[in-house]
Structure formats: C-alpha cells, structure tokens
C-alpha cells in the first residue's frame, strides 16, 4: 500500500513538473514584483496570508497586488502606518478591492498582527526569522504554541505552513531544517489526501483531519526524497483540477 501510494505520488510529482497539472501562474505570482530582501516584500507575502481562508486564493491575491498598486490604500501594508489610521480607514482600504471579505473581523484580524509585528519586532517581520536563524521548527514553535493568540489565523495549521512555505519561494530566505514544513492541508490537499487512500473516509469527516493529514504524510515521506512541502503543490493543483489520471 505505501509502496503504490508512493509511486503515484512519484507521478504526480513528475506531471506537475512538466506542466500537466497546470500551475505555471500560481495565486501568489499576482504580486508588485517588490526586491526580494525588502520589508515591503515580506510584508506583501505576509498579511493577506491571514484572510486565505475560505476562498480563492487566485481572487485573494489579484485584491491584495490592487490595493498595493493603488496609493490610496497601499498604507495598510505598512504596520506602523496601519496602526495610526483609524478602524473605518483601515477597514475602507481592505474592503475597496476587496482583500477583507467580512469587513469588521478581517481588519481586527489585519490591524491585530500589525501590533504584533510592532511590538515583537519593531514591525520588521524579518527579525522573526533571524531571530531563530531561519529554523523553521522553531519559528513553528514560537508562532503556534508560545504566541498563538498573536498570529491571528497565521498560526493557523494549514496557513502557518503555507506561509512559510510563500515566503521560502518569494523572498531571498533559505531555511534550516525544511523538513519541517508540512503539506498545507487546505481543503484541496485534503481531499487529494484521501484520493490517494492516505485517509480513511471517516477520517476525511472529522474535525482534526487537517492533523491526520499532516501525520500521514509525515510518516509516508520519511526517509524517501522528498519533504512533505515538496509535494504540497502537486496535491493542491490535482484536486484542484478535479484529479484527471495519473499516468
């Protein structure tokens, strides 16, 4: 059962490469094109992050690259800016291009982690990863577990991952111990999951199956070639068009 599993995941792996799966513009590339080592940059790949929940992430980044681009709203990337603007005008350039899709708990989400990123690093998010030398267990440990309730949804099991795994693709940083980041098991991931038969369909019906998920191909990875992000796009664009034959 591993071995067969493996091989199709080998499959898919090779598809996505050569471009069957789709995938050539993904959600993210929707981007300013900022320097890569810029503040601006890691902050463009970072707040909207925390409303990719729900929705399309093609949608959710063409609003974020618009309110970026238009100078009226483009503050809300800013922290120290955001924080000194009112509620209503930090709300109005969120919902303008629509970037915050429930306007009121979406901006407190927004206006939320501009105070931490204020507060824990004098709103310089790259100062997190220096701080603990790029290891991503440890930045994982500190977000999820020792700071939670100050990464609102960033903490998140599927967005945390995910996140990190953005930012290892469109900024310059390189990490340590990238094993670590696990697939991000979004609705898509999920259900490819358990087209796989890595998940049971009971198990595909319980609340903690994002963790189920992760454990599975934690396990099944182990010891091949991969690392469990390595195949997170892969899943995601074969579900997401709609799981045409491995072959």
């Known amino acids: 059962m591993k071995e067969e599993i493996l091989g199709k995941v080998d499959l898919l792996y090779k598809m996505w490469k050569k471009g069957l ?35 399309n992430s093609y949608t959710l980044w063409e609003s974020a690259n618009q309110t970026f681009q238009d100078e009226e709203t ?54 997190l990863f220096n701080q603990f030398n790029n290891d991503v267990n440890q930045i994982k440990i500190f977000i999820q577990k020792e700071n939670k309730k100050k990464f609102p949804y960033l903490s998140g099991t599927k967005i945390c991952n995910y996140w990190l795994y953005v930012i290892w693709q469109y900024t310059d940083r390189e990490y340590q111990n990238m094993e670590c980041l696990t697939v991000a098991p979004d609705t898509h991931v999920v259900q490819a999951t358990y087209r796989l038969g890595l998940i049971t369909e009971e198990e595909l019906g319980r609340n903690d199956v994002q963790l189920i998920v992760i454990e599975r191909w934690n396990q099944l990875l182990k010891g091949t070639k991969y690392r469990p992000i390595d195949i997170h796009t892969p899943l995601w664009l074969w579900s997401r068009n709609g799981f045409i034959d491995i072959k």
Do not use: H
Not at 93 to 110: M, R
């Open 21 to 55: 799966l789709g995938g050539e513009v993904m959600p993210e590339d929707e981007n300013p094109g900022l320097d890569k080592a810029s503040l601006e940059n890691y902050l463009y790949f970072t707040l909207p992050m925390a409303l990719n929940y729900q929705r």
């Open 74 to 127: 483009r503050f809300v990337f800013n922290p120290k800016e955001c924080v000194n603007r009112s509620f209503e005008e930090v709300q109005y350039a969120l919902t303008k291009y629509k970037v915050a899709l429930q306007k009121n708990k979406q901006t407190e989400i927004w206006i939320s982690l501009c105070y931490t990123f204020l507060d824990l690093f004098d709103g310089d998010i790259r100062k």
